[in-house]
């Protein structure tokens, strides 16, 4: 909770924070007076892209308000929170082998599988509710001063790699070589030390503005001091506390087995293991409250001990085991606009018109022809903007009707794959079993939030030595820079001091008394849907204004694009120590939720009630070999 140290009249106007000041909003790109040179061509020197005057129809340059975008959820809003049906479809002339609910990763890899199966030849359909394909894997760019900078909009990277057989030959046939897409040690968040690991404390929460160095609360290691808690504008005696809990070491669970020590830890919430093994008071606890918001998209309240510790959150001391010299080893995956360029490299191959040559090398860089994406003369059609409302088995087929630009159209198909989240299914096909429609419900997806601002210059970070900074008072826990990702051809030097697009990540989160997970996670869809455009933008003017400003960051003139890309229905929800009970095996919700029936079956990320990528994958290949065998 905020504590509201500093008086309002001390915090800046709007016009002091220079929001009336035009920066790059919606539909409008700036500093781009390159030769046109058509789309679908992929430019030969790094980062110079070609641009047409068909750019406004170009996603992935819009700013303001982005992810589930103005307009993208009305339909499916008006069938879940107000019960309305559509009926009365114009039915249209055409007829397809496979329809897909979702142009997300799972829907885009279904419709790649489908046809790898059933032949080139196969007729498939794609809808989307959104202006952009790829689901949460999302494309911001920004365009300035003739470079084009490149940033991620909602899915980061490729973690874990023991994916599935299926997985792995899906990337081999797309050319994606994990390894190679290793951006380390050019990029890696800031975990690691010697990058600039750093806490930033804003004067509304704090009473004052302070940026610490050389301290992280995720990746607490043998390798930062505790003296640097001195630093902190917290009381005196909650820095105390924080002192105690990181010099100490013990083992609380001193004599147990390793069985009992795992069920004490998943029993245990995290809050309590702080409070009374870490002897956290309230205050000390509040700088945990939003450290995973990202990496969970949910406070820190909702964890269990274990789950906490997974995430690399402090503890490990307090159970015999010593502090590590820390350097995360994560193994992730990244192209510069994160899985979007999955997405496209999967949308070329399904649809190759959209940018005829572009590789894994190469995709960065790719214009893609948007108008391409639905044509008749492509075996494989992608239609944006259309939001499925109803899909029904019927004589040995599938109707499906969609909404789109206000109209209630319907098409005729073999098959279809349900790939979108499993929340909405139940509202599209209400033919299914109360039972199966329960289990998707059971699935509320957990919001998230990436703001991206692009800034003039990387100058005012390279002189506060930092990539970015956690900020435990904020909206958003982490403020990141996103540069040194040079793969799939494009290249954002770590030396080059000009426009920088920074990543603000986290989630709202829902009011304290809130308490169940579920109703937090609904709590902060609705806080995150409720919040207009210049809400966002005051927020991260707020916190560049304080955490550049000393750095001689004008926050009236630095600030050169905002794009917010809300995430209401963000990761899969998985099943929580603290708040989900054991289910006999094959009964879990999300085993039920995606039986197949009829001709109808079920994929997404929600299917295996884990948030990845190759999740996603796996279960579109599962939906369609349960059409196709
Ligand atoms: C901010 C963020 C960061 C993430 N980072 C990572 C990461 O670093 N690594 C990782 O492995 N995973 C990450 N994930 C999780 C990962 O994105 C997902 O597991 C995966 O991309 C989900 O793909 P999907 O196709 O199952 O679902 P989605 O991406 O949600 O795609 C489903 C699509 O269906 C659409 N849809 C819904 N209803 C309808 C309808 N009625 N009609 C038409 N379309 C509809 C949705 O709007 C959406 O576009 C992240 C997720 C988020 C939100």
Redesign the pocket.
């Known amino acids: 909770m905020r504590q509201k140290n500093r008086p309002d009249k001390d915090q800046k106007t709007d016009q002091q924070l220079g929001m009336g000041r035009r920066i790059m909003r919606r539909d409008f790109v700036q500093g781009v007076g390159l030769a046109a040179l058509g789309l679908g061509v992929v430019p030969d020197s790094a980062n110079a892209l070609p641009v047409t005057a068909k750019d406004a129809d170009y996603p992935p340059t819009k700013t303001g308000l982005r992810g589930s975008h103005p307009g993208?959820y009305d339909a499916?809003h008006a069938m879940a929170r107000e019960g309305k049906s559509f009926s009365n479809a114009t039915p249209l002339d055409e007829a397809y082998d496979l329809v897909v609910?979702?142009?997300?990763?799972?829907?885009l890899a279904a419709a790649y599988y489908y046809r790898q199966k059933m032949g080139a030849d196969a007729n498939i359909l794609i809808?989307?509710?959104?202006d952009d394909f790829g689901?949460?894997?999302r494309r911001n760019e920004f365009h300035q001063g003739g470079e084009m900078r490149l940033a991620i909009g909602?899915?980061?990277?490729?973690?874990y790699w023991q994916f599935s057989n299926a997985v792995n030959k899906l990337m081999s046939e797309l050319g994606v070589d994990v390894k190679v897409l290793r951006t380390e040690p050019n990029f890696s968040y800031d975990y690691k030390k010697d990058e600039g690991t750093a806490f930033w404390f804003d004067a509304e929460t704090y009473g004052e503005n302070k940026l610490v160095k050389g301290f992280s609360i995720r990746g607490w290691s043998s390798s930062y001091s505790v003296e640097t808690i001195d630093q902190f504008p917290i009381s005196k005696e909650a820095r105390k506390q924080l002192k105690a809990f990181y010099s100490a070491r013990k083992d609380i669970l001193r004599g147990q087995s390793d069985e009992q020590r795992e069920r004490a830890l998943r029993e245990m919430p995290y809050l309590t293991f702080l409070e009374q093994h870490g002897g956290l008071g309230e205050e000390a606890q509040q700088l945990f409250h939003n450290a995973s918001h990202g990496s969970w998209g949910m406070d820190i309240r909702c964890f269990s001990t274990y789950e906490a510790l997974d995430d690399a959150m402090p503890g490990w001391h307090l159970l015999g085991e010593k502090l590590p010299a820390w350097e995360r080893d994560y193994p992730a995956a990244f192209f510069p606009d994160?899985?979007a360029s999955l997405a496209r490299l999967m949308v070329q191959n399904l649809i190759p018109s959209v940018c005829p040559n572009v590789t894994a090398g190469n995709i960065a860089l790719g214009k893609f022809d948007y108008g391409e994406l639905d044509s008749s003369n492509e075996t494989v059609r992608l239609r944006l903007s259309?939001?499925?409302?109803n899909a029904r088995n019927s004589k040995g087929g599938v109707d499906v009707s969609?909404i789109r630009e206000g109209k209630i159209l319907s098409v005729r198909s073999k098959q279809c794959v349900m790939?979108?989240?499993h929340s909405?299914i139940p509202h599209?096909c209400p033919d299914l079993s109360p039972q199966q429609s329960d289990a998707l419900k059971y699935q509320v997806k957990i919001p998230?939030l990436?703001t991206n601002v692009l800034i003039r210059s990387a100058a005012p970070l390279n002189k506060l030595g930092v990539k970015g900074a956690r900020c435990p008072g904020r909206m958003h826990n982490a403020v990141i820079a996103l540069q040194g990702i040079n793969t799939g051809g494009y290249e954002h030097l770590l030396s080059d001091d000009g426009a920088v697009p920074l990543m603000f990540w986290g989630s709202l989160a829902a009011p304290r008394q809130v308490k169940h997970i579920k109703d937090q996670l609904r709590a902060s869809r609705h806080g995150m849907l409720s919040l207009s455009f210049e809400d966002y933008e005051r927020e991260v003017r707020t916190v560049l204004d304080g955490f550049l400003g000393p750095a001689g960051f004008d926050v009236q003139k630095d600030i050169l694009a905002i794009t917010v890309n809300r995430?209401p229905?963000?990761?899969?929800y998985s099943y929580m120590d603290l708040w989900d009970p054991d289910w006999p095996e094959g009964q879990m919700p999300h085993e039920i939720a995606s039986k197949p029936f009829g001709n109808i079956s079920i994929?997404?990320?929600?299917a295996g009630a884990d948030?990845?990528?190759?999740?996603?994958i796996d279960e579109a290949y599962r939906a369609v070999n349960e059409l196709t065998a």
């Open positions: 993208s499916a609910v979702g142009a997300g990763i799972s829907g809808l989307d509710n959104h689901g949460h894997a909602g899915t980061h990277n490729l973690e994160g899985n259309s939001t499925a409302v969609y790939a979108c989240y909405i599209i998230l990436l995430w229905h963000g990761y899969s994929a997404n990320a929600d948030a990845y990528t190759h999740v996603a």
